[in-house]
């Protein structure tokens, strides 16, 4: 799920339901079942915002509070009690990405269309293409390249040394704070998450141009298409009226 947060106000801007495929719960004692089970989650679950707006707003507030307190942007995890309902900070680091920007960036454009292979959430603003390599486990890493389209259902921390070869990521599962989708946010490359099917309808060998310079929708283009990229340094705007 996704939620976004007017900072100044506090306001809910907007919310967007996540697919919420795979839950983890308590294994039964009584069936010999030790430890965590991860089960298919109920649609009821599915379909239902795991956030009331009240517990966003608070979740807000402990991440200004925590921004303020280090006096730069955070990346922070959190946690909810399964059966209290408390809220808990879990982890707080200085976010590494926009921090470190400065006020140059690059605009990639591309400059003919094709075919739509699979769409996902876009991570990142660029473009990027090469040959799709898809990856079930850490087993087949070394069958990845430089330059290749790493494609996968879900991405593990395992596999970071790998994804630095990739030019664009492309996975079945995940939201904007997926691991593919900050590892993809450290390395400066693209992804697009959440494509439901990509595995199945993508295949290793085939060329693809990864495209997240088209907004919030990300798109995986059959073959490798023409692209342009341009640096623009920050100017100074005028204050709206407003």
Known sequence: DEFYVHKPTRALVSKTLGGKAIKMIYGDAGLNQSGTLEV?????????????????????????????????PMDIEWAKDGETGELWIVQARPETVKARAGHVAARYTLTAGGEVRVTGRAIGQKIGAGAVRLMANPAAMHTVEAGDVL?????????????????????????????????????????????????TVLHSGEPVTVSCAEG??????????????????AVELPEPPV
């Not at 298919?40 to 303020?68: G, H, N, Q, Y």
């Not at 259902?153 to 492309?170: G, L, Q």
């Not at 073959?223 to 623009?232: A, Q, R």
């Open 216 to 233: 919030d929708t990300g798109r995986v283009y059959a073959g490798v298409l023409p692209f342009t990229v341009e640096d623009d340094a």
């Open 40 to 72: 298919a989650t109920p649609e009821a679950e599915r379909t239902r915002f795991s956030l009331a707006d009240d517990e966003v707003r608070r979740l807000a507030d402990m991440a200004l509070a925590i921004e303020a307190h280090y006096g730069r």
């Open 151 to 199: 494609v996968a259902d879900m991405t593990e921390p395992d596999w970071e040394p790998v994804m630095k070869r990739a030019s664009a990521i492309v996975t079945n599962r995940g939201g904007r704070n997926c691991h593919a989708a900050i590892v993809a946010r450290e390395l400066g490359i693209p992804a697009v998450v959440g494509c439901g099917d990509a595995t």
